[in-house]
């Protein structure tokens, strides 16, 4: 238990931090990049841990850590969520409609795409149980 909680905290900071340094890098545009780039990469990169453990199966604090401690710790719905008020309200609701669109298809497409990508990365020269090599 301890070691999973501690995982959990570790990745959790190196996300958070890597968040907030790539909101430093946008913060320029007006316009909620860094957010958008967090939650599309961050979609990418929790698709292929989990395509990656479908097939090699990790210590269960190793799981814990880069799921739940560093992608959420990287990823924000509380910060979209307010982005997309703001665009409403500084903007315009196209403006909105583009970001959410963005956003939810981005972060899907990702998510697939890192699924596939972590599985057959996982997969090369893995020999399924009853197989021969």
Not at 23 to 46: A, D, Q
Not at 85 to 92: D, M, R, T
Request: net charge positive; proline share 2%; aromatic share 12%.
């Amino acid at each position: 238990m301890f070691k999973n909680v501690t995982a959990i905290a570790l990745g959790a900071a190196a996300g958070t931090l890597l968040r907030y340094i790539l909101n430093l890098w946008t913060l320029e545009t007006g316009y909620p990049l860094g957010t958008l780039l967090e939650n599309t990469m961050g979609s990418l990169v929790l698709g292929a841990l989990t395509g990656y453990f479908f097939v090699k199966v990790p210590a269960e604090w190793l799981k814990l850590g880069l799921g739940v401690g560093l992608c959420g710790g990287f990823t924000t719905f509380s910060t979209y969520a307010s982005d997309t008020f703001y665009l409403a309200f500084e903007q315009s609701i196209s403006a909105v409609m583009i970001y959410n669109g963005i956003t939810l298809i981005g972060g899907i497409s990702c998510a697939l795409l890192g699924m596939i990508l972590g599985h057959k990365l996982a997969s090369r020269g893995h020999v399924k149980r009853g197989e021969r090599a």
